[in-house]
Nanobody, 126 residues
């Protein structure tokens, strides 16, 4: 099973920014799609962004225009730059290879993640 290490979470005020990092232990990020997902208390997990093996990016409608997914192949790291954060962005954020290709339907990422790490907590609060 893949091991994924997410980091970069924290407490931020509304309107602030954070950058999350994901370092898979046994996967080359340039060869696979990687997604960012989140789960807020009492809510279902949802996909927020996905980057395909060829570098195409996909976003859920709720974060489009505010979040940016990217990767650094040399560092084998996938990032999630989060700007203009809102209270409703509060969640534990996970990265994972998706169960299928990166795909958005009706403003939602279609495929869930295949494996999960510990996640990183993002709290947006004034």
């Amino acid at each position: 099973q893949l091991q994924l290490a997410e980091s970069g979470g924290g407490l931020v005020q509304p309107g602030g920014s954070l950058t999350l990092s994901c370092v898979p232990a046994d996967l080359t990020v340039g060869a696979y799609a990687i997604g960012w997902f989140r789960q807020a208390p009492g809510k279902e997990r949802e996909g927020v962004a996905c980057i395909s093996s060829i570098g195409n990016t996909y976003y859920a409608g709720v974060v489009k225009g505010r979040f940016t997914i990217s990767r650094d192949n040399a560092k084998n790291t996938v990032y999630l730059q989060m700007n203009s954060l809102k209270l409703e962005d509060t969640a534990v954020y996970y990265c994972a290879p998706p169960l299928g290709p990166c795909m958005v339907e009706n403003d939602n990422l279609v495929n869930d993640g295949a494996y999960w790490g510990q996640g990183t907590q993002v709290t947006v609060s004034s």
